[in-house]
């Protein structure tokens, strides 16, 4: 279909063509023929003039659209980017928090297997030095000595003079058994395409020494390449790096302070015996005064004293160590406060204390008794401890009461008006915890919940403002062992029977 829109005379033209030549006027003909073929060329022109045009605009459209697709890949490779970003920096802080729940080296084969659950491993491998390890056994760590470890990590990356995080193919790995365990590539012969993140754990406070390497192994081949980032999983592998050492340094000083508990309590019985035996001669040869004989009395009698003292601290590090057997025996606790009260009345006087004994919700009366089960020197040590702390810290002027009290378990209840400092409350029964005393040790209470624990009891603290201190010690009944049933009476028999 022809269009004539840009030329709207054209009909007339023709028109005129047509006379012309029918009146064989050559000049008009000519000149209406010139006209039509500039009209016709100019429409030629105006023609390829719009198809260039559309043309153009469909190359530029082509373009646009091209970009379009190029900027939304982009885009979703950014998201994805991101996605998997946040959902490893989750996985990673999740670990991480299982990593700080890690309180002693039997803790670790539930640690890793927590770790290759959270992220998904085939394998997870924890080697550590054999010399600054082997003395604790951690389960699930594999050991090893420190220059097999640095040959292995060499030859997974050489010319590296301080090694780093790898990750990499398994098969660029010269030695993965030694790094995941013997046995490892023969029960993975078909895992063997997947790749792996090797990672040197070192000290926190020394990061040139080497303390182990951490391993994680994934079938999938493209899980950890170099390409990729490892900040996440190295920051993770310092964080247990330093939990171990943390907990190592802790058991090593543990191991140290028993070592000299130990030693000391051992030594200081040798001179100890000096102490006791030479008093004992200078009697037999005699000479002495009344007063060189009643100091030599007190020299013993201290002795003595601190032998036993030391025989309860032996005592007590037997509790702590639960190795330490009871022979458990009927205790009236009665006589016990009485000799304790005796001891500690010049405490009593110098506060202008009173000290008040209550059995059963009423005042202590003769012929009263309070017998439970246990040791009486351990019951001794511990009671003795408890009124001694509530006396010091009682107000001057104040009463110190202890209730012995008898329901589903026999408790002994030590009160003042006292109030225990907020920063060892939580602590207060833990080793070492002492505020506000000059010469605190910290071991009494922590010796009591030792001595209460032994006897199968338990021991509290409730402490306020209004109604001051009180310790409780609870103690099992004594079971009550019961009568032979009486035998039956005979059976009477009939004579005709």
């Known amino acids: 279909m022809t269009d ?6 054209i009909q007339e033209r023709l028109q005129k063509l047509e006379e012309a030549f029918a009146d064989h006027n050559s000049y ?4 209406t023929l010139a006209e039509l073929r500039r009209a016709t060329k100019m ?16 190359k530029e459209n082509e373009r646009n659209r091209k970009q379009c697709v190029d900027l939304q890949n982009k885009l979703k490779t950014v998201v994805d980017r991101f996605e998997g970003s946040f959902t490893a920096f989750e996985k990673f802080r999740k670990a991480i928090r299982v990593v700080e729940l890690m309180r002693s080296h039997e803790d670790l084969p539930a640690i890793l297997d927590r770790i290759q659950d959270l992220f998904g491993l085939r394998a997870v491998s924890l080697i550590l030095d054999t010399a600054e390890f082997a003395p604790y056994d951690p389960p699930g760590a594999r050991l090893a000595e420190l220059d097999a470890m640095r040959e292995a990590l060499a030859g997974l990356m050489p010319g590296v003079a301080t ?3 790898c990750m990499c193919s398994i098969r660029a790995v010269p030695d993965p058994e030694f790094f995941f365990g013997r046995g490892f590539c023969a029960e993975r012969k078909v895992l063997l395409l997947g790749s792996c993140f090797i990672s040197p754990l070192r000290d926190k406070f020394g990061p040139q020494r080497l303390i182990g390497i951490l391993s994680f192994f994934d079938s999938n081949p493209d899980r950890y390449t170099s390409e990729k980032g490892s900040e ?10 330093y939990t171990i050492v943390d907990i190592t340094d802790r058991k090593k000083a543990e191991r140290l302070r028993e070592d000299v508990e130990r030693m000391t309590r051992h030594d200081l019985k040798s001179p100890l015996t ?24 007190l020299m013993q009698h201290a002795g003595y004293r601190m032998l036993n003292m030391i025989n309860q601290s032996l005592d007590l590090y037997r509790m702590e160590s639960g190795a330490y057997e009871l022979t458990p025996q009927k205790v009236d606790l009665l006589p016990i406060l009485d000799n304790i009260i005796g001891e500690l009345h010049s405490v009593i006087e110098e506060h202008g204390l009173t000290l008040d004994i209550l059995v059963r919700g009423a005042a202590r009366a003769a012929g009263d008794t309070f017998v439970v089960r246990g040791e009486e020197m351990l ?11 509530a006396l010091e810290a009682s107000p001057p002027e104040e009463r110190v009461t202890v209730e012995l009290t008898e329901g589903k378990t026999l408790a002994v209840a030590i009160k003042n008006a006292g109030v225990v400092p907020p920063q060892i409350r939580s602590t207060f029964f833990e080793k070492y915890a002492t505020a506000g005393k000059k010469d605190g040790t910290g071991l009494g209470t922590y010796g009591a919940k030792l001595i209460a624990e032994t006897h199968g009891g338990k021991i509290a603290m409730h402490t306020s403002e209004a109604a001051g201190t009180a310790v409780t010690v609870f103690f099992p009944k004594p079971r009550i062992a019961k009568a032979p049933a009486a035998p039956a009476p005979p059976t009477a028999v009939n004579a005709g029977d």
């Open 4 to 9: 004539h829109s840009d030329f709207p005379d």
């Open 28 to 31: 008009q003909f000519r000149k």
């Open 43 to 58: 429409r030629a022109n105006a023609v390829a003039l719009s198809r260039a045009e559309l043309l153009e605009a469909h």
């Open 163 to 165: 090694p780093g995080p």
């Open 232 to 241: 996440f999983a190295s920051h993770f592998a310092d964080i247990l790096g």
């Open 274 to 297: 000096a102490v006791l035996t030479l008093p004992q001669l200078l009697r037999r040869d005699g000479n002495l005064t009344e007063r060189q004989t009643d100091m030599l009395s």
């Open 379 to 389: 019951l001794y040590t511990m009671l003795s401890n408890l009124v001694k702390n």
